[in-house]
């Protein structure tokens, strides 16, 4: 079973930039594709970014500009810098992988943005 580490999050002032690493414990299984998700009190889940093995990006459009993901997806590694953060992206931030073998979930890691 692919097992996710994320690190990185914390608090940063509003404008200011963050950057977080997602690493895959195991690459047996295929992974086809990687990101990452947030999901604020009160609130469902929401795609932020993802990359897939062929390098194709996607955004959320409250993100588009903002933040950048990038990574090695064969490798099991991702990265997701946020730069001009706003309050707004305060949310609890996981990292997802997925391939024919299903889906993981990381453990989930804080992002606070003050205004």
């Known amino acids: 079973q692919v097992q996710l580490v994320e690190s990185g999050g914390g608090l940063v002032q509003a404008e200011g930039s963050l950057r977080l690493s997602c690493t895959a414990s195991k690459t047996v299984n295929i992974i086809n594709g990687m990101g990452w998700y947030r999901q604020a009190p009160g609130k469902k889940r929401e795609m932020v970014a993802t990359?897939?093995?062929?390098?194709?990006?996607t955004y959320h459009w409250r993100v588009q500009g903002r933040f950048t993901i990038s990574g090695d997806v064969a490798s099991g590694t991702v990265d997701l810098q946020m730069d001009k953060m706003k309050p707004e992206d305060t949310a609890v931030y996981y990292c997802?992988?997925?391939?024919?073998?299903?889906?993981?979930w990381g453990q989930g890691t804080q992002v606070s943005v003050s205004s």
């Open positions: 997802n992988a997925g391939g024919g073998w299903g889906s993981a």
């Open positions: 990359l897939t093995r062929d390098g194709d990006e």
